[in-house]
């Protein structure tokens, strides 16, 4: 059974850093993961990827030079240090677990296991 659960988010004023987790359990560890937002009303996006063993990562063009993903493999978990936060990025932040191999893959379909997501929500 695989689990993934988000946490971190939160209410927070623009230029401010926020540090999301998603803790994974079952078949997990070998794969790569990513994180996705989604806004009301809006599609979920690809925000970052990072490979099984965490030497490579992908970030969309939006988030590049703010947002670092990260994962501590001992620890079951994966990181999205976020910085310089814009009210633009208020969404809901899930994890993904990714069986296809590519960490910068943009296309959900390529993702089978999701968490339940974590509100960001970023204030002018």
């Known amino acids: ?3 993934l659960v988000e ?33 009301p009303g809006k599609e979920r996006v690809f925000v970052a990827g990072i490979s099984s ?11 590049k030079g703010r947002f670092t993903i990260s994962r501590d493999i001992a620890k079951n978990t994966v990181y999205l240090h976020m910085n310089l936060l814009k ?8 994890c993904a677990r990714n069986p296809r191999g590519y960490y910068g893959s943009t296309d959900t379909t390529d993702y089978d296991y999701w968490g339940q997501g974590t509100q960001v929500t970023v204030s002018s």
Request: proline share 2%.
């Open 87 to 94: 009210p633009e990025d208020t969404a809901v932040y899930l």
């Open 53 to 63: 063993n965490g030497g490579s990562t992908s970030y969309a063009d939006s988030v």
């Open 1 to 3: 059974q695989v689990q």
């Open 7 to 39: 946490s971190g988010g939160g209410l927070v004023q623009a230029g401010s850093s926020l540090r999301l987790s998603c803790t994974y359990s079952g078949r997990t560890t070998n794969y790569a993961m990513g994180w996705f937002r989604q806004a």
